[in-house]
């Protein structure tokens, strides 16, 4: 069974200072890995994925998230935090059928 | 615009009713979905469409109903046996296959009073 573990479940950054969203999955093939973000009250956007090829993955709004097998991981990282990356985000797993599954979110604050 | 069209955005539903939720999309994907999210549980998939006139249960079917008459539709019914309807209800769709990224309606909120 595929499933996805995201170990915080709030992070609170200053606004300007790094970001780093944690995210460990489980999948019995080589997996594809997405990151989505949630605005309260809205649907989910997607901000990067990774389906093969390079491990560093760069996406939307200045995010990357780099792909580590050995570790079942796929973090997500941000340089420099801005006001409106505050929101709730997920990260996903999936493979080659129709099915995504999600972790439980992480939900960002960033402080003035 | 191309997109995921959801309805109601908020509804409110006495116990032991049914009710019905809209999703439409022209985008002509192939594949459609519908996930419930509730606070610290991320989202889980109900039911899922691979194309017209067949649909496969998800991880929380149970109390739910689905039809694929037409390609941009995919309504759900919550029925009165969903013991727990209380949520936040999204709608997605994929192209395809081998695509992976799923498109998000708005959702709906359903409160049953």
């Known amino acids: 069974a595929q499933s996805v573990t995201q170990p915080d479940i709030h992070i609170t950054v200053s606004e300007g200072a790094s970001l780093e969203l944690r995210c460990n999955y489980s999948?019995?093939?080589?997996?594809?890995l997405f990151w989505y973000v949630q605005s309260p009250g809205q649907g989910l956007q997607l901000l990067l994925k990774?389906?093969?090829?390079?491990?560093l993955v760069q996406g939307i709004k200045g995010f990357e998230a780099e792909f580590k097998r050995s570790q079942s991981s796929f973090n997500l990282r941000k340089p420099s935090v801005h006001w409106s990356d505050a929101a709730e985000y997920f990260c996903?797993?999936?493979?080659?059928?129709?099915?995504?599954?999600f972790g439980a979110g992480t939900t960002v604050t960033v402080r003035a | 615009d191309g997109g995921i069209t959801q309805s109601p955005k908020y509804l409110f539903r006495k116990e032991g009713q049914n009710v019905t939720l809209s999703c439409e999309q022209n985008?002509?994907?192939?594949?459609m979905y519908w996930y419930r999210q509730d606070p610290g549980q991320g989202l889980r998939l109900i039911y899922y469409?691979?194309?017209?006139?067949?649909?496969q249960k998800g991880d929380i079917a149970e109390g739910y109903s689905v039809s694929r008459e037409k390609k941009e539709s995919f309504p759900l019914t919550v029925t009165s046996a969903q013991k727990n309807p209380t949520a936040f209800y999204l709608c997605?769709?994929?192209?395809?296959?081998?695509?992976?990224?799923?498109?998000f309606g708005e959702g709906s909120r359903l409160t049953v009073l």
């Open positions: 997605a769709s994929t192209p395809g296959r081998n695509t992976g990224e799923l498109f």
């Open positions: 999948y019995g093939a080589t997996p594809y």
């Open positions: 990774y389906f093969s090829g390079d491990t």
């Open positions: 996903a797993v999936g493979g080659n059928d129709y099915k995504l599954s």
């Open positions: 985008l002509n994907h192939d594949a």
């Open positions: 469409s691979q194309i017209v006139n067949d649909f």
